[in-house]
């Protein structure tokens, strides 16, 4: 297993390679792109992505959390967290890609 | 929003792109953060949030309708995990 970690930079180079465009509009559509996803999310709205993958926003209420270290009760409250479910797709190719 | 809306809402904003152009566009990026993941790669987009890959260790399993154990391989399966920026936007504090 290679082991690298990819950026944005990645992802711009991506899409430079794919289409002819500068790097410099490259990147900015690929942020573009990660700011229209987040903003989705934020409004609550869940962001599915055809042979990628779903994100979705889950409503959590509050609870009495424990400090582990020092055993103290503190409230923990109400939040919304994201889960991402991968699609099939990508589970398989992730699964066959790091066979051993 | 499915990706059919972000490619319509890119191209939107983008006039003087081809809406074909922009469905490669967007298309490659999924892509790259697939293949990344697929060779073992990890690919981190701050603010947003990390894709990896988890390995998840051989066990024995069993069938829940007739109770055989079956041996399970090991295989690696996609995560992900919000940026910190994100789960604050999406807590209410706004960056």
Do not use: C
Not at chain 1, 45 to 72: D, H, L, W, Y
Not at chain 2, 64 to 90: M, Q
């Amino acid at each position: 297993m290679a082991g690298k970690t990819l950026t944005r930079m990645d992802l711009s180079e991506a899409v430079f390679r794919e289409v002819g465009l500068s790097r410099n509009e490259s990147a900015q559509l690929v942020e573009r792109v990660l700011e229209m996803m987040s903003d989705a999310l934020v409004e609550g709205e869940q962001v599915k992505i055809s042979s990628f993958g779903t994100f979705s926003v889950r409503s959590k209420s509050a609870r009495v959390g424990r400090n582990p270290k020092t055993g103290e009760e503190v409230p923990i409250s109400p939040r919304r967290v994201l889960t991402f479910r991968p699609s099939h797709l990508m589970k398989d190719r992730v699964a066959a890609g790091n066979k051993a | 929003m499915i990706r059919s809306e972000l490619i319509q809402k890119l191209a939107d904003e983008n006039p003087h792109l081809y809406q074909r152009d922009v469905e490669r566009i967007v298309n490659a990026i999924f892509e790259e953060i697939i293949e990344a993941m697929a060779n073992g790669n990890r690919v981190e987009l701050r603010g947003f949030g990390a894709f990896s890959v988890k390995k998840r260790d051989a066990r024995v399993g069993r069938n829940p309708r007739t109770g055989e154990s079956v041996e399970v391989e090991e295989k690696h399966v996609p995560f992900f995990k919000a940026g910190k920026l994100l789960r604050d936007r999406l807590n209410g504090q706004d960056a």
